[in-house]
T-cell receptor, first 115, second 110 residues
Framework: EAQVTQNPRYLITVTGKKLTVTCSQN?????MSWYRQDPGLGLRQIYY???????DKGDVPEGYKVSRKEKRNFPLILESPSPNQTSLYFC??????????????FGAGSRLTVL | EDQVTQSPEALRLQEGESSSLNCSYT??????LFWYRQDPGKGPEFLFT???AGEEKEKERLKATLTKKESFLHITAPKPEDSATYLC???????????FGTGTLLAVQP
């Protein structure tokens, strides 16, 4: 089954304790991206990657890091989490579709709480 | 700046009561407009892509239309299982991301 898999699905942590949210896709997609979803703000892009070893900042990259060493994996790293990073996180992937528009396939989400 | 506004924020319908959701957008060059459905505790699920004004797409009780300034998601004779948040997003082409609206929370009561 074609899918994007995120882990963990739920995590409660404390301020300053480094954590990694993993993301893996089995569709051989070039493009991968991380979004966070907050009430009233919708989905906002954190980082994206056009292909292996190519990453760039989205709209809200502060406090996050990413890497793309393999095509299928795109982990999100919070080096020193803070309470304002409490959110619902989604990983997504796509290949360019008709006329270049990207149809994103999303993971199930990772709900992170930072105390 | 690319922008997407959805209305209403929430909509409650009786089963069988047809209605429409609105997505207004501002984008420099539209590469595609997307509709997604999101159920509680799950990731957004792709419904439609529209590429140019006048285009329409249908899937079961849903029909999406597109003009140069907005898109509508028409829901005909909805059922309780249509209850979800419906998200609209645009790909403006200038940036490598989709710009999402904040969604419309639809509740269909039996």
């Amino acid at each position: 089954e074609a899918q994007v898999t995120q882990n963990p699905r739920y995590l409660i942590t404390v301020t300053g304790k480094k954590l990694t949210v993993t993301c893996s896709q089995n569709m051989n997609h070039e493009y991968m991206s991380w979004y966070r979803q907050d009430p009233g703000l919708g989905l906002r892009q954190i980082y994206y990657s056009m292909n292996v070893e190519v990453t760039d900042k989205g709209d809200v990259p502060e406090g996050y890091k990413v890497s793309r060493k393999e095509k299928r994996n795109f982990p999100l790293i919070l080096e020193s989490p803070s309470p304002n990073q409490t959110s619902l996180y989604f990983c997504a992937s796509s290949s360019p579709m008709m006329r270049g528009a990207n149809v994103l396939t999303f993971g199930a989400g990772s709900r992170l709480t930072v105390l | 700046e690319d922008q997407v506004t959805q209305s209403p924020e929430a909509l409650r319908l009786q089963e069988g009561e047809s209605s429409s959701l609105n997505c207004s957008y501002t984008v420099s060059g539209l590469r595609g407009l997307f509709w997604y459905r999101q159920d509680p505790g799950k990731g957004p699920e792709f419904l439609f892509t529209l590429y140019s004004a006048g285009e329409e797409k249908e899937k079961e009780r849903l029909k999406a239309t597109l003009t140069k300034k907005e898109s509508f998601l028409h829901i005909t004779a909805p059922k309780p299982e249509d209850s979800a948040t419906y998200l609209c997003a645009v790909d403006g082409g200038a940036t490598n991301k989709l710009i999402f609206g904040t969604g419309t929370l639809l509740a269909v009561q039996p």
